[in-house]
C-alpha cells in the first residue's frame, strides 16, 4: 500500500530524447510537488499542484513540463534531455496548511534516478 | 533559493552517544520541518515544529526551536547504526501555499 509511488525507480535514456516520470499518491493529499536532488543531496523544488492546479514553477527549463489528470496524480514530461538532467527526482504529496491538521509533513516517493548520457 | 543550512555536513558517532544537528534559516516561517533519507531511497519526515513553539519531542527525537536566532537544533539520543542517514531541516514560509525549501543536510555515520 505504496502513499506516494512513482515509476520508473531507475531512467537511463540518451540525450536529446523525450521521457515521463510518473506520480501517484493514494493519500487523499491536496498538493502534490516534484523536487530534484542533484549529486551533491541538495533538495530544489520544481513544480507544486494543488488540486490539479500550478502553484509553484520555479525556474526551470520550459523542456519540463508537469501535468496534473487528477488530484491523485502528477506526472513530469521532460522533452529533449540534457546531461545536466542526471538526478533524482523525486515526487510528494501534502495535506492544505489550513486544515489545522497537527502534522501535516510531506510524504515522499522513492525518487527516480535518471541518468542522461 | 535555500533556505536552511545544517551543521555540521557530516556526523560521525558511536552508537549509543548522542547525535546534534543544527539548522539556521533566513526568513520568517509558518514551521520547521525534519527529514531523514537512507541512502538511495526517498526522505521520510520525521517531525514538525510551528514558529510558535520551542521545543517538541518524538521517541529518542528532540527538536528545539529558536525564531530570534532563525536556527533550529535535532538531537538523536542513544543513537542506534540504523540512525545512520542523511538529515534535513526543511522550512515551510509564512505566505499562501506550503512549499518546502531544504537544507543541504547533514550526513550521520553511527557506528557500532
Known amino acids: 500500500d505504496t502513499a506516494v509511488s512513482q515509476t520508473p525507480k531507475y531512467l537511463v535514456t540518451q540525450m536529446g530524447n523525450d521521457k515521463s516520470i510518473k506520480c501517484e499518491q493514494n493519500l487523499g493529499h491536496d498538493t502534490m510537488y516534484w523536487y530534484k536532488q542533484d549529486s551533491k543531496k541538495f533538495l530544489k523544488i520544481m513544480f507544486s499542484?494543488?488540486?490539479?492546479?500550478?502553484?509553484i514553477n520555479e525556474t526551470v527549463p520550459n523542456r519540463f513540463s508537469p501535468k496534473s489528470p487528477d488530484k491523485a496524480h502528477l506526472n513530469l514530461h521532460i522533452n529533449s534531455l540534457e546531461l545536466g538532467d542526471s538526478a533524482v527526482y523525486f515526487c510528494a504529496s501534502s495535506q492544505d496548511r489550513d486544515r489545522g491538521l497537527t502534522n501535516y509533513g510531506y510524504t515522499f516517493g522513492s525518487g527516480t534516478r535518471l541518468t542522461v548520457v | 533559493s535555500q533556505q536552511g543550512e545544517e551543521d555540521p555536513q557530516a556526523l560521525s558517532i558511536q552508537e549509543g552517544e548522542n547525535a546534534t544537528m543544527n539548522c539556521s534559516y533566513k526568513?520568517?516561517?509558518?514551521?520547521l520541518q525534519w527529514y531523514r533519507q537512507n541512502s538511495g531511497r526517498g526522505l521520510v519526515h520525521l517531525i514538525l515544529?510551528?514558529?510558535?513553539?520551542r521545543e517538541k519531542h518524538s521517541g529518542r527525537l528532540r527538536v528545539t526551536l529558536d525564531t530570534s536566532k532563525k536556527s533550529s537544533s535535532l538531537l538523536i539520543t542513544a543513537s542506534r547504526a540504523a540512525d545512520t542517514a542523511s538529515y534535513f531541516c526543511a522550512t515551510d514560509m509564512n505566505s499562501g501555499y506550503s512549499t518546502l525549501t531544504f537544507g543541504k543536510g547533514t550526513m550521520l555515520l553511527v557506528s557500532p
Open positions: 515544529i510551528r514558529s510558535n513553539e
Open positions: 526568513t520568517s516561517i509558518n514551521n
Open positions: 499542484y494543488n488540486n490539479k492546479e500550478l502553484i
